[in-house]
């Protein structure tokens, strides 16, 4: 049998056949790990970045376009056109059905309020509107 130096056990070794955590600790002090405020707060940050969504603007809507669309509470979420009807002046009003969300939460908007609600839905813009909910709610 070799001769085997026996060596000190580590904190973070294998002890007693049980693994344990390596918990990396940080060399900074809390004020060095904040990031630093750029010259924009969260909430022009935020504007900026709906601002730069492409409005979806029609003479009419159909029903089942998928839309990225301002619900009351003033966040984007991503919705469906599910209703459609001509009103006496004239002017359409869609019901819009939020996805995933309940029935009870489809909200009816007429054809000029939905071109400033709606925005053009693709996975990017539908991201967008996500981060920009998470800011406002953080």
């Known amino acids: 049998m070799a001769n085997k130096k026996k060596q000190p056990a580590d904190a ?18 809390p004020t060095q790990e904040r990031s630093t405020p750029s010259s924009l707060s969260d909430e022009q940050n935020v504007g900026r ?11 009419e809507y159909e029903i089942n376009t998928q839309v990225i669309c301002q619900y009351s509470d003033s966040h984007y979420y991503d919705a469906k056109i599910v209703k459609k009807r001509k009103l006496d002046n004239e002017e359409f009003l869609y019901t819009i059905h939020y996805n995933g969300w309940n029935q009870r939460y489809d909200e009816e908007i007429t054809h000029a309020a939905a071109q400033e609600k ?21």
């Open 118 to 138: 709606f925005f053009v839905y693709s996975p990017e813009n539908l991201a967008i509107a996500k981060v920009c909910f998470f800011f406002i709610n953080k």
């Open 49 to 59: 970045l709906i601002d730069s969504l492409p409005r979806f603007v029609l003479d």
């Open 12 to 29: 973070n070794d294998n002890v007693n056949g049980v693994a344990s955590l390596k918990i990396k600790r940080s060399t900074k002090s």
